[in-house]
Protein backbone atom coordinates (compact mmCIF):
# COMPACT_ATOMS: atom_id res chain seq x y z
CA UNK A 1 0.00 0.00 0.00
CA UNK A 2 1.87 3.42 -1.09
CA UNK A 3 2.07 5.95 1.66
CA UNK A 4 1.98 9.68 0.16
CA UNK A 5 4.28 9.89 -2.63
CA UNK A 6 5.95 13.44 -3.51
CA UNK A 7 7.89 14.81 -6.66
CA UNK A 8 10.57 15.75 -7.81
CA UNK A 9 12.95 14.85 -4.17
CA UNK A 10 14.72 17.62 -5.57
CA UNK A 11 15.05 20.59 -7.04
CA UNK A 12 17.23 23.78 -7.99
CA UNK A 13 15.32 27.08 -9.82
CA UNK A 14 16.73 30.48 -9.88
CA UNK A 15 14.79 33.39 -7.98
CA UNK A 16 12.32 35.18 -10.13
CA UNK A 17 11.04 31.44 -11.68
CA UNK A 18 7.56 29.41 -10.87
CA UNK A 19 7.74 26.21 -9.45
CA UNK A 20 5.27 23.47 -8.93
CA UNK A 21 5.27 20.36 -6.49
CA UNK A 22 3.56 16.96 -6.83
CA UNK A 23 1.98 14.77 -3.92
CA UNK A 24 -0.33 12.02 -3.84
CA UNK A 25 -2.08 10.73 -1.11
CA UNK A 26 -2.25 7.82 0.48
CA UNK A 27 -4.96 5.43 -0.62
CA UNK A 28 -8.29 5.69 1.03
CA UNK A 29 -7.40 9.81 2.31
CA UNK A 30 -8.95 12.43 0.70
CA UNK A 31 -7.18 15.44 2.05
CA UNK A 32 -4.00 16.89 1.23
CA UNK A 33 -1.95 19.48 3.67
CA UNK A 34 1.22 21.26 2.05
CA UNK A 35 3.74 22.35 4.63
CA UNK A 36 6.70 24.51 4.47
CA UNK A 37 9.77 23.40 6.38
CA UNK A 38 12.77 25.50 6.68
CA UNK A 39 16.67 24.63 7.66
CA UNK A 40 16.58 23.86 11.28
CA UNK A 41 12.78 24.80 11.97
CA UNK A 42 9.95 22.66 12.11
CA UNK A 43 7.26 22.83 9.68
CA UNK A 44 4.73 25.56 8.80
CA UNK A 45 1.13 24.96 7.74
CA UNK A 46 0.22 26.78 3.96
CA UNK A 47 -2.84 24.88 3.26
CA UNK A 48 -4.95 22.20 2.88
CA UNK A 49 -7.33 21.17 0.46
CA UNK A 50 -10.55 18.94 0.05
CA UNK A 51 -12.72 18.46 -2.73
CA UNK A 52 -10.61 20.51 -4.83
CA UNK A 53 -11.27 23.27 -2.85
CA UNK A 54 -8.49 25.64 -0.06
CA UNK A 55 -10.52 25.06 2.84
CA UNK A 56 -7.88 26.50 5.57
CA UNK A 57 -4.68 28.61 4.96
CA UNK A 58 -1.54 29.18 6.96
CA UNK A 59 0.25 32.84 6.96
CA UNK A 60 1.03 32.52 3.51
CA UNK A 61 1.46 35.37 0.79
CA UNK A 62 -0.64 34.54 -2.38
CA UNK A 63 2.84 33.60 -4.58
CA UNK A 64 1.97 29.88 -2.84
CA UNK A 65 -1.23 28.30 -4.48
CA UNK A 66 -2.30 24.99 -5.20
CA UNK A 67 -4.95 22.70 -6.58
CA UNK A 68 -6.46 19.09 -5.86
CA UNK A 69 -7.34 16.96 -8.55
CA UNK A 70 -10.73 14.77 -8.37
CA UNK A 71 -8.31 11.95 -8.06
CA UNK A 72 -7.27 13.62 -4.57
CA UNK A 73 -3.91 14.18 -5.83
CA UNK A 74 -2.51 17.79 -5.18
CA UNK A 75 -0.12 20.60 -6.82
CA UNK A 76 1.45 23.26 -4.68
CA UNK A 77 2.97 26.36 -6.78
CA UNK A 78 5.19 29.36 -5.60
CA UNK A 79 5.52 32.30 -8.14
CA UNK A 80 8.44 34.49 -8.24
CA UNK A 81 10.27 32.41 -6.24
CA UNK A 82 12.83 34.39 -2.89
CA UNK A 83 16.10 32.75 -2.00
CA UNK A 84 14.11 33.07 1.25
CA UNK A 85 11.56 30.13 -0.45
CA UNK A 86 14.07 27.39 -0.36
CA UNK A 87 13.07 24.70 2.31
CA UNK A 88 11.69 21.07 3.11
CA UNK A 89 7.94 21.04 1.17
CA UNK A 90 6.02 18.01 3.20
CA UNK A 91 2.92 17.00 1.98
CA UNK A 92 0.39 14.91 4.21
CA UNK A 93 -2.70 13.63 3.73
CA UNK A 94 -5.46 12.59 5.59
CA UNK A 95 -8.77 11.99 5.85
CA UNK A 96 -11.44 15.17 5.95
CA UNK A 97 -11.96 16.60 9.81
CA UNK A 98 -9.33 13.74 10.83
CA UNK A 99 -6.07 13.96 12.99
CA UNK A 100 -4.55 10.91 11.38
CA UNK A 101 -1.95 12.22 8.93
CA UNK A 102 0.27 11.01 6.59
CA UNK A 103 3.12 12.37 5.50
CA UNK A 104 5.67 12.47 2.60
CA UNK A 105 9.72 12.23 1.92
CA UNK A 106 9.11 15.61 1.28
CA UNK A 107 10.78 18.05 -1.61
CA UNK A 108 13.94 19.51 -1.27
CA UNK A 109 13.31 23.21 -2.94
CA UNK A 110 16.37 25.30 -3.38
CA UNK A 111 16.41 28.74 -4.91
CA UNK A 112 19.75 30.20 -6.57
CA UNK B 1 -2.47 31.83 18.13
CA UNK B 2 -1.64 28.31 19.23
CA UNK B 3 2.57 28.21 19.77
CA UNK B 4 4.38 24.86 20.71
CA UNK B 5 8.14 25.34 22.33
CA UNK B 6 10.61 22.91 22.42
CA UNK B 7 13.49 24.40 24.42
CA UNK B 8 16.38 21.83 24.18
CA UNK B 9 17.71 22.06 20.61
CA UNK B 10 20.13 18.76 20.68
CA UNK B 11 20.35 15.99 23.33
CA UNK B 12 21.95 12.63 23.32
CA UNK B 13 21.61 10.06 25.28
CA UNK B 14 23.59 6.02 25.74
CA UNK B 15 22.33 3.12 24.24
CA UNK B 16 19.73 0.67 25.91
CA UNK B 17 19.50 4.74 29.00
CA UNK B 18 16.45 6.45 29.42
CA UNK B 19 15.80 10.16 27.74
CA UNK B 20 12.98 12.78 28.57
CA UNK B 21 12.72 15.25 25.53
CA UNK B 22 10.21 18.73 26.90
CA UNK B 23 7.92 20.35 25.27
CA UNK B 24 5.46 23.11 26.33
CA UNK B 25 2.58 24.68 24.25
CA UNK B 26 0.36 27.51 24.69
CA UNK B 27 -3.68 27.30 23.95
CA UNK B 28 -6.71 28.65 25.39
CA UNK B 29 -8.37 25.38 24.03
CA UNK B 30 -9.63 22.79 26.29
CA UNK B 31 -9.94 20.17 23.30
CA UNK B 32 -6.86 19.53 21.67
CA UNK B 33 -4.75 16.77 20.49
CA UNK B 34 -0.71 16.45 21.10
CA UNK B 35 1.87 14.68 19.17
CA UNK B 36 5.10 13.73 18.53
CA UNK B 37 6.74 13.14 15.55
CA UNK B 38 10.12 11.69 14.39
CA UNK B 39 12.39 12.88 11.46
CA UNK B 40 15.11 10.46 10.70
CA UNK B 41 17.26 11.74 7.43
CA UNK B 42 15.16 10.00 5.18
CA UNK B 43 12.69 13.20 6.06
CA UNK B 44 9.54 11.53 6.21
CA UNK B 45 7.29 12.87 9.43
CA UNK B 46 6.78 9.53 11.36
CA UNK B 47 4.06 9.22 14.01
CA UNK B 48 5.22 8.43 17.42
CA UNK B 49 2.43 9.07 19.90
CA UNK B 50 -0.52 10.85 19.99
CA UNK B 51 -2.47 12.43 23.73
CA UNK B 52 -5.92 13.37 23.15
CA UNK B 53 -6.35 16.32 25.72
CA UNK B 54 -9.43 15.26 27.56
CA UNK B 55 -8.20 12.16 28.57
CA UNK B 56 -6.20 12.17 31.79
CA UNK B 57 -4.12 8.88 30.87
CA UNK B 58 -0.55 9.24 29.56
CA UNK B 59 -0.02 7.78 26.28
CA UNK B 60 2.27 5.15 26.02
CA UNK B 61 3.42 3.16 22.57
CA UNK B 62 5.96 0.21 23.35
CA UNK B 63 9.61 2.18 24.27
CA UNK B 64 7.81 5.86 23.94
CA UNK B 65 5.30 7.41 26.68
CA UNK B 66 4.29 10.59 27.47
CA UNK B 67 3.85 12.80 30.48
CA UNK B 68 1.10 14.76 29.74
CA UNK B 69 -0.03 17.86 32.05
CA UNK B 70 -2.71 19.76 31.18
CA UNK B 71 -2.73 22.34 33.93
CA UNK B 72 1.33 22.92 32.78
CA UNK B 73 0.35 22.93 29.57
CA UNK B 74 3.49 20.58 29.21
CA UNK B 75 4.05 17.29 26.98
CA UNK B 76 7.32 15.46 27.89
CA UNK B 77 8.13 12.22 25.45
CA UNK B 78 10.04 9.36 27.35
CA UNK B 79 12.36 6.88 25.29
CA UNK B 80 12.90 4.04 27.36
CA UNK B 81 15.82 1.44 26.49
CA UNK B 82 17.27 3.71 23.33
CA UNK B 83 18.56 2.45 20.72
CA UNK B 84 20.45 3.82 17.41
CA UNK B 85 17.38 3.95 15.16
CA UNK B 86 15.94 6.51 17.60
CA UNK B 87 18.34 8.92 16.56
CA UNK B 88 16.34 11.61 14.52
CA UNK B 89 14.74 15.50 14.82
CA UNK B 90 11.35 14.98 17.64
CA UNK B 91 9.11 17.81 17.30
CA UNK B 92 6.01 18.13 19.64
CA UNK B 93 3.07 19.35 17.79
CA UNK B 94 -0.82 20.96 18.77
CA UNK B 95 -3.47 20.15 16.91
CA UNK B 96 -6.56 21.72 17.57
CA UNK B 97 -9.87 19.57 16.13
CA UNK B 98 -12.34 21.73 14.19
CA UNK B 99 -14.99 21.10 11.92
CA UNK B 100 -13.46 19.83 8.67
CA UNK B 101 -9.66 21.14 8.36
CA UNK B 102 -7.46 20.76 11.20
CA UNK B 103 -3.56 21.34 10.64
CA UNK B 104 -0.44 20.93 12.78
CA UNK B 105 1.46 23.87 14.75
CA UNK B 106 4.92 22.14 15.15
CA UNK B 107 7.71 23.20 17.41
CA UNK B 108 11.19 23.53 16.38
CA UNK B 109 12.30 20.41 17.21
CA UNK B 110 14.73 18.79 19.65
CA UNK B 111 17.86 16.08 17.54
CA UNK B 112 17.97 13.07 19.48
CA UNK B 113 21.50 11.27 19.28
CA UNK B 114 21.78 7.44 20.45
CA UNK B 115 24.97 6.87 21.24
CA UNK B 116 26.37 3.41 20.78
Known amino acids: DAGVTQSPTHLIKTRGQQVTLRCSPK?????VSWYQQALGQGPQFIFQYYEEEERQRGNFPDRFSGHQFPNYSSELNVNALLLGDSALYLC???????????FGSGTRLTVV | AQTVTQSQPEMSVQEAETVTLSCTYDTSENNYYLFWYKQPPSRQMILVIR??????QNATENRFSVNFQKAAKSFSLKISDSQLGDTAMYFC?????????????FGTGTRLTVIP
Open chain 1, 92 to 102: ASSLYGGSGYT
Open chain 2, 93 to 105: AFMKPETGANNLF
Open chain 2, 51 to 56: QEAYKQ
Open chain 1, 27 to 31: SGHDT
